[in-house]
């Protein structure tokens, strides 16, 4: 198979701390609350309460981006809602302090046309910022964006606001391995039958099943050629892949502004070697270190490397 071109970007966000923040465990979730709350307040013409009913909702940037709209993919059945086109990318897990002066980095994957909206994108990071960060409204400030699939180009900086032009694609090669290792760094959180897979318990199937679903929805809404159209027997023969997981369940809970309470949501962590017949995965095992895998993907859950292709 030739190499494969596809509209997607890893940008990487650098702020300047202006008073004391104070970041969660894990910071995915406050991230994007900040992000789709000022994304909102910029986008908005109706100021309706609910984007639901809004006759604007099919070209608005707000939902195009941050709640896209249902429709019929070919390929994939039984789903329930089309997966974002970005990734917000946390620092580091770990409660700590940051102090005035420190630089907070965090990056964000765009995938196909919202690439397109990038300025508006980081005009709404800009007011996110410095409208505050976490319960205390911690003020922050953009200095730049980077792309960091070309040697961290320089994108976008305060002082010169306007997008440099850059590369826009990411280009990947179907390998023939025999094994691959997944470094996961933040928790990847699978379901099985509606139950949560816990390490003890994981297989390669749980793996394959949302990742070749996720690569697969992806190719669609960007009119992609595609890659894997019999995802179901792709699922089916990772029952003959072998499994050698060196998984962590690690937990942490978020605050839903909808519910009104604290939401559990674990996932593994940790290495996971997987070999055999894994040539026909290769493609969406490289790409899934951009898309991620599992639940909540879009604040920067389920994201790995491949550290190790034999």
């Not at 309460?49 to 059945?77: D, G, N």
């Not at 978020?254 to 055999?276: E, M």
Request: charged letters at 20%; a positive charge.
């Amino acid at each position: 198979m030739n190499n494969l071109v596809y509209p997607i970007v890893r940008y990487q966000f650098e702020a300047n701390i202006e008073t004391v923040l104070t970041l969660p465990f894990y910071s995915g979730s406050m991230l994007r609350g900040a992000f789709g709350h000022a994304l909102r307040q910029i986008s908005c013409v109706t100021k309706m309460k609910e984007c639901k009913a809004c006759l604007l909702k099919q070209a608005c940037p707000y939902t195009v981006v941050f709640e896209p709209s249902m429709r019929k993919l070919p390929y994939i059945q039984n789903y329930t809602q089309l997966p974002a086109q970005y990734v917000i990318e946390p620092p580091i897990s770990g409660q700590r302090v940051m102090e005035p002066g420190e630089k907070l980095r965090f990056s964000m994957v765009l995938v196909g046309e919202i690439i397109k909206q990038l300025p508006l994108i980081i005009l709404a990071w800009q007011h996110a910022l410095v409208r505050g960060l976490g319960t205390e409204k911690s003020k922050v400030s953009l200095l730049n964006v980077r792309n960091m699939d070309d040697n961290m180009a320089l994108v976008w900086t305060k002082d010169e606001p306007f997008i440099k032009p850059h590369l826009q694609t990411l280009t990947l090669k179907p390998d023939n391995e025999y094994s691959v290792t997944l470094d996961i760094t933040t928790p990847m959180r699978f379901q099985r039958k509606s139950k949560l897979v816990k390490p003890d318990d994981i297989n390669p199937m749980d793996l394959m099943a949302p990742l070749l679903r996720r690569l697969n929805m992806i190719e669609q809404i960007c009119h992609l050629p595609i890659t894997h159209t019999d995802i179901r027997c792709l699922v089916e023969q990772a029952r003959t892949l072998n499994s050698k997981p060196n998984l962590n369940w690690t937990d942490w809970q978020r605050y839903s502004q909808r519910q009104h309470q604290k939401i559990a949501l674990g996932g593994v962590t940790g290495q996971w070697t997987i070999s055999g017949d894994i040539a026909q995965y290769s493609l969406a095992l490289k790409l899934g270190q951009w898309l991620h895998i599992g639940k909540n993907t879009t604040f920067g859950m389920g994201r790995y490397t491949l550290n190790r292709i034999n």
